[in-house]
């Protein structure tokens, strides 16, 4: 790593990628007046800094004009860039769905890419769900050939804001390379965890997508899932630091947004302690009726037990009209018999929280010996949940054609 003059050490460490340059990315507004204070500039060249990366999304030191050009010039010299990951490639569905590769900036990311997918919805029926984020985040597998490649290197082609075809859009996220929690059907885990990403590389990856779709802050209705690859709760401090970047710099809502996890009580408990206004919805992966089911498809309950998990949730103080989302993947003969259904709704009744239930049917993959649950089991399911008076949706697939599936990801783009 080159050498920098003292007073231009990044301050907040944790979000430097230790490559070639410094991703200027990732700091906040108030770490970027510090720097720039440090570095003896006024601090305002801070804020004027963020706003270009944040508000405008400019992805070059050289495009910030509210900058002398001499600082540019100097920070580009002295080792700093935007540094905010980029789409790679990106893989488009016939229903809109779109998947992006996003490369993460920094010499030790070189070959590291992760996934998000975009996915637009129509007008349909979803007026009035405030906040409401439920819709299919995984989808079956599809041959690759069925892929269509729509772009390379740099395909950010800003849409046409007057022409784009999509009123509402959810935008999911990866928040690891990989995860270490091993749930027996998610392909993810295949992976092991092979490192955390850093609160620029998951904010970015949502920027990017912002811009590409050229969604207007404050107008558009786009929500974040934190379900792609990774379990946030194992990078918290990355995961709520993106997400405060998210809130405060660029300018999306918390109540559009959701985190999901396979239930790691300390992040849990450390997540209830967030102020409402700033935190996301929280999701959490049942995927089983009881411990027993719970345990051998998701190994980390024998760590944290489900009423484990349910005290830590309970500990969350709830928005007006929010609920807890839990998500319950259905896999053949394993999880998704009537029995299971009426064990799910005493379960969440007994809760006490309230609540909901997103059925997902399980997606195969390579190597994962389970099967999908029949059309029939999973709408039996559902009418069970709905007639035992529990609120139940089922996620339907999205762009199948070309592997977006959230429980899916990366696993699907090696040849
Ligand atoms: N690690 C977090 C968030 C990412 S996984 C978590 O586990 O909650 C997001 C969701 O995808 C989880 O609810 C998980 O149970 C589900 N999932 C994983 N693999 C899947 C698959 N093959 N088919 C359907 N859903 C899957
Ligand atoms: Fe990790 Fe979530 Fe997959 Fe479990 S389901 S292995 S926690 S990504």
Same mark, same amino acid.
């Given at each position: 790593?080159?050498?920098?003059?003292?007073?231009?050490?990044?301050?907040?460490?944790?979000?430097?990628?230790?490559?070639?340059?410094?991703?200027?990315?990732?700091?906040?507004?108030?770490?970027?007046?510090?720097?720039?204070?440090?570095?003896?500039?006024?601090?305002?060249?801070?804020?004027?800094?963020?706003?270009?990366?944040?508000?405008?999304?400019?992805?070059? @030191?050289?495009?910030?004009?509210?900058?002398?050009?001499?600082?540019?010039?100097?920070?580009?010299?002295?080792?700093?860039?935007?540094?905010?990951?980029?789409? =790679?490639?990106?893989?488009?569905?016939?229903?809109?769905?779109?998947?992006?590769? #996003?490369?993460?900036? !920094?010499?030790?990311?070189?070959?590291?890419?992760?996934?998000?997918?975009?996915?637009?919805?129509?007008?349909?029926?979803?007026?009035?769900? /405030?906040?409401?984020?439920?819709?299919?985040?995984?989808?079956?597998?599809?041959?690759?050939?069925? =892929?269509?490649?729509?772009?390379?290197?740099?395909?950010?082609?800003?849409?046409?804001? /007057?022409?784009?075809?999509?009123?509402?859009?959810?935008?999911?996220?990866?928040?690891?390379?990989? *995860? =270490?929690?091993? *749930?027996?059907? *998610?392909?993810?885990?295949?992976?092991?965890?092979?490192?955390?990403?850093?609160?620029?590389? #998951?904010?970015?990856?949502?920027?990017?997508?912002?811009?590409?779709?050229?969604?207007?802050?404050?107008?558009?209705?786009?929500?974040?899932?934190?379900?792609?690859?990774?379990?946030?709760?194992?990078?918290?401090?990355?995961?709520?630091?993106?997400?405060?970047?998210?809130?405060?710099?660029? !300018?999306?809502? +918390?109540?559009?947004?959701?985190?999901?996890?396979?239930? @790691?009580? +300390?992040?849990?408990?450390?997540?209830?302690?967030?102020?409402?206004? %700033?935190? +996301?919805? %929280?999701?959490?992966?049942?995927?089983?009726?009881?411990?027993?089911?719970?345990?051998?498809?998701?190994? @980390?309950?024998?760590?944290?037990?489900?009423?484990?998990? #349910?005290?830590?949730?309970?500990?969350?103080? %709830?928005?007006?009209?929010?609920? #807890?989302?839990?998500?319950?993947?259905?896999?053949?003969?394993?999880?998704?018999?009537?029995?299971?259904?009426? /064990?799910?709704?005493?379960?969440?009744?007994?809760?006490?929280?309230?609540?909901?239930?997103?059925?997902?049917?399980?997606?195969?993959? +390579?190597?994962?010996?389970?099967?999908?649950?029949?059309?029939?089991?999973?709408?039996?399911?559902?009418?069970?949940?709905?007639?035992?008076?529990?609120?139940?949706?089922?996620?339907?697939?999205?762009?199948?054609?070309?592997?977006?599936? *959230?429980?899916?990801?990366?696993?699907?783009?090696?040849?």
């Amino acid at each position: 790593m080159r050498e920098k003059p003292a007073q231009l050490v990044p301050l907040d460490a944790a979000d430097a990628s230790g490559g070639q340059s410094e991703p200027l990315f990732g700091f906040d507004a108030e770490s970027l007046s510090r720097l720039l204070v440090s570095a003896g500039e006024p601090a305002f060249r801070g804020n004027q800094i963020a706003e270009a990366m944040y508000r405008q999304w400019l992805s070059e @030191i050289s495009e910030i004009s509210t900058l002398p050009a001499a600082l540019r010039v100097k920070l580009a010299a002295e080792g700093w860039q935007v540094g905010r990951p980029a789409i =790679a490639r990106a893989f488009q569905s016939v229903d809109g769905t779109e998947r992006y590769l #996003i490369e993460l900036v !920094g010499a030790r990311a070189k070959s590291e890419t992760v996934e998000t997918v975009w996915m637009p919805e129509g007008d349909g029926g979803e007026a009035g769900d /405030e906040g409401e984020s439920e819709q299919d985040l995984r989808a079956p597998s599809f041959p690759r050939q069925f =892929a269509e490649r729509v772009g390379e290197n740099k395909p950010q082609s800003a849409l046409d804001p /007057e022409t784009k075809d999509w009123s509402r859009a959810t935008v999911c996220i990866s928040s690891q390379v990989g *995860c =270490a929690v091993n *749930c027996q059907f *998610c392909l993810t885990a295949k992976l092991g965890l092979q490192r955390n990403r850093t609160a620029g590389e #998951i904010a970015g990856q949502v920027v990017a997508v912002l811009e590409r779709q050229a969604v207007r802050i404050g107008r558009d209705r786009v929500n974040l899932v934190f379900m792609g690859m990774g379990e946030p709760f194992l990078n918290y401090d990355n995961f709520m630091a993106a997400v405060r970047l998210l809130v405060r710099e660029v !300018g999306l809502s +918390p109540r559009r947004m959701t985190v999901s996890t396979s239930g @790691i009580v +300390p992040g849990i408990e450390r997540f209830a302690l967030e102020p409402p206004d %700033l935190r +996301p919805k %929280l999701a959490i992966s049942l995927n089983a009726p009881n411990d027993t089911i719970r345990a051998e498809i998701m190994p @980390i309950n024998r760590k944290w037990p489900i009423s484990e998990v #349910i005290a830590a949730v309970r500990l969350v103080p %709830l928005r007006p009209r929010e609920r #807890i989302t839990f998500e319950y993947v259905l896999l053949g003969g394993v999880t998704d018999h009537p029995e299971h259904a009426r /064990e799910v709704a005493r379960l969440v009744r007994r809760s006490g929280l309230p609540a909901k239930v997103n059925l997902i049917a399980w997606n195969p993959g +390579p190597g994962i010996a389970y099967t999908m649950p029949s059309p029939e089991a999973v709408a039996i399911f559902h009418e069970l949940l709905i007639g035992e008076g529990i609120a139940a949706y089922i996620r339907q697939p999205r762009g199948r054609d070309i592997f977006a599936a *959230c429980g899916q990801l990366k696993r699907t783009m090696e040849a």
